[in-house]
């Protein structure tokens, strides 16, 4: 019973974060179409994910299914945190040609269009 209160709890702490990170690692013309992807991509997972883990169990077992589940978890874990080690970065980078863009724009006497 702890566990599945831990679980619930941690639960929704990754997609807002996830969708923020999404956002500011996309300069803003190709933000939608990130947004898209991911949303699309977590659809995806959210309606195979538990016919998936319905054909594991029938095949191999709660037990060996749930094992599986889990690591799986972990790996996405993993490919997180890899993903937290360069989103400064990217971050950063995002940052700088945005201003960049606004800079050139105000410079030019243009209108600032922030879609670039």
Same mark, same amino acid.
């Given at each position: 019973?702890?566990? $599945? @209160?831990?679980?619930? @709890?941690?639960?929704? +702490?990754? %997609?807002p974060?996830?969708?923020?990170?999404?956002?500011?690692?996309?300069?803003?013309?190709?933000?939608?179409?990130?947004?898209?992807?991911?949303?699309?991509?977590?659809?995806?997972?959210?309606?195979?994910?538990?016919?998936?883990?319905? @054909?594991? @169990?029938?095949?191999?077992?709660?037990?060996?299914?749930?094992?599986? $589940?889990?690591?799986?978890w972990? &790996? $996405? %874990? &993993?490919?997180?945190?890899? &993903?937290?080690?360069?989103? %400064?970065?990217?971050?950063?980078?995002?940052?700088?040609?945005?201003?960049?863009?606004?800079?050139?724009?105000?410079?030019?006497?243009?209108? +600032?269009?922030?879609?670039?």
């Open positions: 019973m702890p566990i $599945s @209160i831990l679980g619930g @709890i941690f639960n929704g +702490v990754p %997609g974060n996830i969708k923020a990170m999404v956002l500011n690692v996309n300069t803003p013309d190709t933000r939608g179409s990130a947004m898209a992807m991911f949303s699309l991509t977590d659809d995806i997972g959210k309606g195979l994910g538990p016919p998936l883990v319905g @054909i594991l @169990i029938v095949r191999f077992g709660r037990q060996t299914a749930f094992s599986i $589940s889990a690591c799986m972990f &790996v $996405s %874990g &993993v490919l997180l945190l890899m &993903v937290g080690r360069s989103i %400064g970065a990217d971050e950063d980078y995002v940052a700088q040609q945005v201003f960049f863009c606004l800079f050139m724009c105000a410079w030019e006497g243009g209108m +600032v269009d922030p879609t670039f």
